[in-house]
């Protein structure tokens, strides 16, 4: 997914050239902690930070000679350190490394650009909360009918599912924060985490001046279940990401078309029929979430290693990581675009509501003639069979078919209510009268 197609903040973080020079920032401070810690000479120290800044002016040209020299030596960070050595020129550079294993450099720096990731997830969540909450106070009461098991249920307003979806994405945010802190753990205990050749203090001094915390306890590694949560955290984000999609999907059906993603002028729908304009954006959301999904999957593999430790899970870790990330980034992308251009169409959410006749009041009606004293099962028993009579009203063709006029055309139902009273019960407004309650409850109004 590093491509044309991700957006070019979250692509840097994942490139080789801003993992070397990570990679380079933790040696120096491991160094600088050792000066203070007096086993490198401050000299040294000034000498091996002077050829490492002319690495850090030339990221790109540090990540060319590592892959040259890796080509024989067939290991990454001794590739890497030993173009840093040779930048260094000096005896000096005997001391970078010094007490340090590879996954020390790999896993701490891995930390740095998942937290990297995180903030940037983290302003992209921020800003389709925005764009949800624009639409959620514009459509707060504009009627439209939900649905349940695809059926015509009760009506309910554009707006709240909107605000429904902001209240989703803000357990999102959360579950993201958390899990970036989670994630945000460095190491440089060694070669099997005794801390045997480095104080913690070092450890200690490297990840408070990366804004890491140092794990508590590690083996060679990083303990891969903190890795696992943040893919699941973002799989989960990707899934809520799905679900709306396809709610907005459906929306968009030609029987339906209550909201649709926006058709540019010049765009086509379909090499075919000209006259298409289908949902690509919310399908590619659906298809992308399903990615997510299965690096997550890949993640919670990588969580039984041998031992201390083996590097199964390292291959694995280059592909999904970056992926997922820049994967999320871009359906971030997607998802603020196509909610600031939304099409919403509130008379075909009108039309909608009368398809079924009125019959969104089976509840109100059924629980009016609960507190007239009727069982639940007689009163439930008079307004199924009125909804039924209304049913076979409209599909005989006729135009007449109400459900209210159905129920007050029968006796046994109208003898219960006064003149008036089921016209009052069998209103929208009834529906609506707890909506600005919810919207001050979710924060979206004062």
């Not at 030596?73 to 030993?82: K, S, Y």
């Not at 059906?253 to 086509?268: D, H, I, S, W, Y």
């Not at 949902?279 to 999957?297: K, Q, S």
Request: glycine share 6%; hydrophobic share 40%.
């Amino acid at each position: 997914m590093i491509g044309r197609y991700t957006r070019p903040e979250m692509r840097a973080i994942w490139t080789d050239a801003n993992k070397l020079s990570i990679w380079l920032k933790i040696e120096l401070l491991a160094s600088e902690a050792l000066v203070k810690d007096g086993i490198v000479p401050a000299a040294d120290f000034a000498r091996m930070k002077k050829g490492a800044d002319k690495w850090f002016k030339n990221p790109e040209g540090l990540f060319e000679r590592q892959k040259e020299l890796e080509r024989t030596l067939n290991h990454d960070v001794i590739a890497f350190t030993t173009a840093v050595a040779e930048k260094i020129n000096h005896k000096a550079s005997r001391w970078l490394h010094f007490g340090l294993t590879s996954s020390d450099i790999v896993d701490t720096s891995f930390a740095v650009q998942i937290a990297q990731s995180a903030d940037l997830l983290i302003k992209d969540i921020k800003g389709v909360r925005k764009a949800m909450a624009k639409q959620a106070r514009k459509h707060k009461l504009t009627p439209c009918i939900g649905r349940s098991h695809g059926i015509h249920g009760e009506p309910t307003t554009f707006g709240l599912k909107m605000a429904l979806m902001h209240d989703e994405f803000g357990r999102a945010l959360k579950r993201l924060e958390t899990a970036r802190e989670s994630a945000a753990i460095g190491k440089l205990s060694g070669a099997v985490g005794t801390n045997a050749h480095l104080s913690p203090k070092i450890e200690g001094f490297v990840c408070r001046k990366l804004g890491l915390k140092p794990a508590p306890l590690a083996t060679q590694v990083v303990q891969r279940d903190i890795h696992a949560e943040f893919m699941n955290t973002l799989a989960l984000i990707g899934a809520s990401i799905e679900r709306w999609s396809v709610e907005f999907r459906h929306l968009q059906r030609t029987e339906v078309l209550e909201a649709e993603e926006p058709f540019k002028k010049g765009q086509k729908g379909s090499s075919a029929m000209p006259h298409k304009r289908n949902p690509i954006t919310w399908e590619r959301l659906t298809g992308l979430a399903r990615v997510l999904r299965g690096n997550a999957i890949a993640a919670m593999e990588n969580v039984a290693l041998w031992h201390e430790r083996d590097i199964s899970h390292s291959s694995v870790e280059r592909v999904i990581f970056p992926d997922s990330c820049c994967l999320l980034n871009y359906m971030f992308h997607l998802l603020g675009r196509v909610l600031d251009e939304l099409n919403v169409y509130p008379k075909n959410m009108k039309k909608n509501l009368g398809i079924s006749l009125g019959m969104w009041n089976s509840q109100t009606v059924l629980l009016a003639l609960i507190r007239k004293g009727l069982t639940r099962e007689q009163a439930y028993e008079l307004v199924q069979r009125n909804a039924m009579k209304t049913w076979e009203v409209k599909h005989a063709g006729r135009d007449d078919a109400d459900f209210l006029e159905q129920l007050l055309s029968d006796r046994d139902v109208s003898k219960h209510f006064a003149a008036g009273e089921l016209e009052g019960l069998c209103s929208i407004e009834f529906h609506l009268k707890e909506v600005d309650n919810r919207f001050k409850q979710l924060g979206l109004i004062k």
